[in-house]
């Protein structure tokens, strides 16, 4: 929830920044089991077929999943770095905003 804060520009900065991690945390997390709501699989629901793959399989890793595998890395990297982005651009700003409203504020990258 955004806290109350003076001025209304005030409150769309935190409401965009807000909008922004929720928009993340679907991705990532996804809303519905198997499907996001933009119809692609969620970056947990990959991560677990992996495991479970890894998990069920008798002897060394397959190839696909090797694969698999090193896609997720570079897919895990690539929210890393919007998460790291999404922060950048909202973080100090939310911050100043807190602070100009008497309001403790939000510890992150950077801090």
């Known amino acids: 929830n955004i806290p109350e804060v003076n001025s209304g520009k005030d409150q769309k900065v935190l409401a965009d920044y807000e909008?922004?991690?929720e928009q993340l945390r679907k991705k990532i997390l996804g809303t519905k089991e198997g499907k996001s709501i933009?119809?692609?699989?969620p970056l947990l629901e990959k991560l677990h077929d992996v495991y479970q793959g890894v998990c069920s399989y008798d002897g060394r890793p397959s190839n696909e999943q090797?694969?698999?595998?090193?896609?997720?890395?570079t897919e895990i990297i690539?929210?890393?770095?919007?998460?790291?982005?999404?922060?950048?651009?909202y973080l100090l700003k939310s911050n100043?905003?807190?602070e100009k409203n008497g309001l403790e504020g939000v510890e992150g990258e950077g801090d």
């Not at 933009?38 to 699989?41: L, T």
Request: proline share 0%.
């Open 66 to 73: 090797l694969q698999k595998k090193a896609f997720l890395e």
């Open 19 to 21: 909008k922004a991690l």
């Open 78 to 89: 690539f929210y890393q770095a919007e998460i790291a982005a999404t922060h950048e651009l």
């Open 38 to 41: 933009h119809g692609e699989e």
């Open 96 to 98: 100043k905003i807190f």
